[in-house]
DNA sequence: GCTCACATTGTTAGCGCTCACATCGGCGTC
DNA sequence: GACGCCGATGTGAGCGCTAACAATGTGAGC
């Protein structure tokens, strides 16, 4: 019952079966003639080679695994689904390694897992400090890139530089007329946290704000609402940087509850550009990453890869782009 | 340079490749003592089993394909990390071939792309009408479930109970007093557009209740906006369900925008509960789907049909339940 | 007409694994 | 003590493909 393989289609063709290989992988020395005969016999049985079969020999798939954590929240999701469509249009198909903890182990496993498919390359996607440790002990003898990982690893790795974004960010604030700007972080242990903390302190030194203290949070909306209650006490607040959308709808909706007007009062500015940031009230200001890009760069990384056999040190920084919507005004006087 | 094969673990243990084999594979007549032998040969060597050679021998590889279109949407997000993480358990890896429309054509090939890989069985999220078509002409020689597909097509299916609901959500609006609901529904050609539909009009029926015209919308918050400024604009209108907690983030806005208060003049309740749902000005009350849930049937109904080898008819409908906020209470006397 | 270069096609040998079957030894049975 | 049985292990073939090489055919150049 097994679908008819690359002899049957040689058969019908009356050639050998290194001919149909030929015209399957588009080997120049094979005759006009000789090809369509192959192409109608390929048709008329409807042929398929197997990929599986191929990979044997070959010893790599056209397969790339991403190992990824949680590929719920808007940055991974976006990401992952800009690599699938990259790596797509390169003929290559996407495998996902999902994973409970960016720890080493879970890592390594989701790798080997990897490697067992014989995979042409793997991206990780590692935004944690945990994950670091990881990519250096893994087997080298598999074209990998890594993703937001630690810039401070001498590993091939496409981040979106967090620094300039939160920088601009700030500084739009500060621009506005503020006397300084408080900043809703990420996680501690995620780079893009870091990243974005470093550029807003930077920011402000830069321009000989005073910079308050930092008031931590994970992503999520419910931790930006317990800041937003915070920073709606102080009367001094008057402009908040996020660390990404979601937080900032959370401190949204906080102030909205304690009646301080934004952006009359407080201005906002976020960081992703989700979708319905558009939506938000008022509408987010915020920092937009283009995942797509991140996404072309990194299998750009691998392409370079499998070429030269040689896994280069590269890295990409991809630059985000500041979306000014109606959450950030002059602050009241 | 290729890493150490069967043949090389076996040597090193002193048996035949078979002996490894059946260690591996958990055949149970192998003597204790022989199988330390072999794990001990396995893991001084690093020995990786070649799934490509397993599945070029077997015709299978531990692999499940998803065919889907926009995993950058909630719902096809959560139920695609919740697939991964369901297959993961029952150890297979993920493959995801996503597909710029959802007509005949492009998941034909997705499918396609997934058979030369020799996957175990395909997941097709398909919930739009041009997707249907396709399905009945797929080869029939893999395992294939429908997830959010046409409940008119005689395929394995996975569904969320939409009507469920939607029906709920209406009736959850009636019975805090309002004399009818509107509905901003989603795109005409989804099916969870129209189990939505239906499941708030017999709601409104059933309750005698007039049925307003609908207000057709896609899945964003942009649309959800525009059709908040027409709801806001109606005296009469004091209850709003929306498809889903995207739209009803736009409808929000609007009508925050023409300064209708809600819940106090209008209650909104949404679909998806997002996890920023609870975020919104005011809280959403909406309905949650269960996606692990559909996940589990999903892989439920492959592993059944690896096993009988038939292809059965079965389908599996997933409750939703509604989550009570504060966007919903009685309407203005 | 013969040689050589080159384009085209065929032949052979695995890639690393599983399947079907063969083999071997030890045990209980009459 | 010979027989059969069963658990433990080995042997050989082949899955469908590509890589390397061998074997043709074709035309230019002399």
Excluded at 226 to 251: I, K, S, Y
């Amino acid at each position: 019952m097994r679908g008819p393989a690359m002899t049957d289609v040689a058969r019908l063709a009356g050639v050998s079966h290194q001919t149909v290989s030929r015209v399957l992988n588009g080997h120049p020395n094979v005759r006009e003639q000789t090809r369509l005969r192959v192409q109608a016999a390929i048709a008329e049985l409807g042929y398929r080679p197997n990929r599986a079969a191929r990979a044997l020999v070959t010893g790599r798939s056209q397969v790339i695994g991403v190992v990824a954590q949680n590929t719920t929240l808007y940055g991974p999701a976006s990401l992952l689904a800009a690599l699938e469509q990259t790596a797509a249009e390169e003929g290559f198909a996407v495998s996902v390694g999902s994973v409970r903890d960016l720890d080493q182990v879970s890592i390594s496993e989701a790798v080997e897992r990897h490697l067992a498919h014989r995979v042409a390359g793997i991206v990780v996607i590692a935004p944690v400090e945990s994950a670091g440790e990881a990519l250096e002990h893994l087997p080298k003898d598999v074209p990998l890139v890594t993703v937001d990982g630690d810039p401070g690893r001498p590993v091939p790795l496409v981040t979106v530089d967090q620094v300039a974004g939160a920088r601009e960010a700030t500084r739009h604030l500060l621009e506005a007329g503020h006397r300084t700007v408080w900043h809703v972080s990420g996680p501690a242990d995620w780079f893009d946290s870091a990243g974005r903390i470093e550029g807003w302190r930077e920011a402000l030194q830069a321009a000989g704000a005073e910079v308050p203290p930092l008031v931590p949070a994970d992503w999520s909306a419910a931790s930006g609402y317990r800041c937003g209650q915070m920073l709606a006490r102080m009367p001094e607040v008057t402009a908040v940087f996020t660390a990404n959308d979601h937080l900032a709808l959370g401190v949204l909706r906080a102030l909205h509850e304690y009646g301080r007007k934004v952006p009359d009062e407080i201005s906002v500015v976020g960081f992703d550009d989700v979708p319905e940031a558009a939506y938000f009230i008022p509408p987010l200001t915020t920092v937009r990453p283009d995942f797509a890009a991140v996404a072309r760069a990194s299998l750009d990384l691998l392409l370079a890869q499998f070429e030269s056999g040689a896994v280069g040190e590269l890295r990409q920084t991809i630059a985000p782009t500041l979306i000014t919507r109606q959450s950030v005004a002059a602050p009241p006087r």
